[in-house]
């Protein structure tokens, strides 16, 4: 079909005469650039996601941080790009000549019309398997929980003797030695010989580390070998290592590879070291910092025992300062006894002087009982004496003053005043009348006289 969205029209061939022009078949004109981009969808659409191996030559980094290169075998080549996004969570940077594995997809440069690869990881060639079966058995013994943080043991601070599996001819073996002859010469070593690279290797490890188990020589176990790739420590990888390190009855510090690499060993130990030398100082104490403790805690026993024996010292003089010979303790409370004494005899003297005198005064004090009456007696008639003068002095004032009182009444009395022809007029309710005007003609009133009393009737009134 054309850009139309029209079928092309096939011309048959056919014999034309020589005399007549040409015609063009009617087929699609396409640029360039349509015509990549039509073989690019081609190739991304019909060809997936897949693994390369190969050769790395040309190997270009680009100042963007992507990364160009050739990947060839023996009889061809293809052009690769992994960008910045990619390449950075790659655990290498390959070199010209390294034998990789690549995951890409298959596509094409519209620019120029290359064919190439676009990868999305890498690896190296054969590593990649490996490892997949490495993270295939790490995921089996995790979830039986062999590599549980819980199981793990801690070092000994001060062991007896340090166990080493590793190869005699191991250039690991050196550097633990020589690491612990600087750190604690006198440490006893005890080495297990094994192969720690090759066929067989994962079980003649196994077999020397139950051995050292079997064994009880040493308190820690150094499980090591030097670096190498990832085939090199492959035996460390081995399930029967792994399972033997975790029943291990002692300690064990795994020292394998450098500081990047892991093995099932590095998980199944009670610690992980990165490179043998490191695993030979966290298992073995630092002779110099123990010298050093040693002398400040020697300084701090000294500094407690002059400070303690100073102390004693003062105590045993105040002590010595308390104690006093018997016979001067008996010196001493008989002098105290005397002195008490004679407080006794003067206070005793003192007391009974003033005893004497408080009974002089009571003596003095003291009268016989005829006394107190006739005291009494002569108290009681003077007493009489002044009743009897106050009784004949009041009754005659009395009888005075009740006379006056008479002859005052007596002017008063309104009999009195009736006798000398004067008279009352009352109400018929017994109210005194003292104003005419408050009667009225046909009030009847009462009137008394100084002998009876007449009811009447008001006539008239007037005010005079």
């Not at 003609?441 to 005010?463: K, L």
Request: proline share 6%; charged share 25%; aromatic share 6%.
């Amino acid at each position: 079909m054309n850009r139309a969205g029209h079928s092309p029209v096939i011309l048959q061939p056919m014999d034309y005469p020589d005399d007549l022009p040409a015609i063009a078949p009617a087929l699609p004109v396409l640029t360039v650039s349509e015509l990549n981009r039509m073989a690019r969808r081609a190739l991304e659409s019909q060809l997936p996601l897949l693994w390369v191996e190969g050769e790395v030559s040309n190997f270009m980094r680009a100042a963007s941080g992507h990364w160009y290169f050739s990947l060839k075998d023996a009889a061809a080549q293809v052009r690769c790009v992994m960008f910045r996004g990619r390449n950075q969570f790659a655990d290498f940077t390959p070199a010209n000549g390294d034998h990789v594995e690549i995951r890409a997809l298959p596509s094409l440069y519209e620019a120029r019309g290359e064919f190439q690869l676009g990868a999305e990881a890498i690896r190296r060639a054969g590593a990649g398997r490996l490892y997949e079966a490495f993270l295939k058995l790490k995921a089996k013994l995790e979830a039986e929980g062999l590599f549980d943080p819980a199981k793990k043991c801690p070092l000994p601070r001060f062991p007896r003797a340090l166990g080493i599996v590793t190869s005699p001819q191991a250039a690991a073996l050196h550097d633990i030695l020589t690491a612990l002859s600087r750190r604690m010469p006198g440490l006893p070593v005890i080495l297990y010989p094994t192969p720690v690279q090759g066929a067989g290797a994962g079980a003649q490890i196994a077999a020397a580390i139950r051995t050292a188990g079997a064994r009880a020589e040493c308190d820690v176990l150094l499980v090591c070998r030097g670096g190498g790739s990832l085939e090199d420590l492959w035996a460390f990888n081995d399930e029967a290592v792994a399972r033997a390190i975790a029943v291990s009855p002692m300690p064990v510090v795994s020292g394998v590879g450098h500081e990047t690499d892991f093995t099932l060993a590095d998980f199944a130990a009670d610690l992980r070291a990165p490179t043998p030398t490191a695993a030979a100082e966290l298992a073995s104490p630092l002779r110099q910092e123990l010298l050093q403790q040693q002398d400040q805690l020697a300084r701090r026993l000294q500094h407690q025992v002059t400070r303690r024996q100073q102390t004693e010292m003062q105590r045993l003089d105040y002590l010595a300062r308390r104690l006093v010979h018997p016979a001067e303790q008996l010196r001493r409370r008989q002098t105290e006894l005397g002195q008490l004494a004679q407080r006794l005899r003067h206070a005793s003297g003192t007391r009974l002087t003033t005893e004497h005198l408080r009974i002089a005064r009571l003596s003095q004090r003291l009268v016989t009982p005829i006394h107190v009456i006739r005291r009494e007696q002569q108290r009681l008639d003077a007493l009489g004496m002044r009743a009897r003068r106050a009784v004949e002095g009041g009754f005659g004032q009395r009888q005075l003053n009740l006379a006056r009182l008479a002859s005052s009444l007596a002017h008063l009395n309104p009999e009195g005043v009736l006798a000398r022809g004067y008279s009352i007029v009352q109400r018929e309710d017994g109210a005194v009348v003292q104003d005419a005007a408050t009667l009225d003609a046909g009030d009847r009133i009462g009137i008394r006289f100084h002998r009876g009393q007449a009811r009447a009737r008001v006539e008239s009134t007037s005010e005079k």
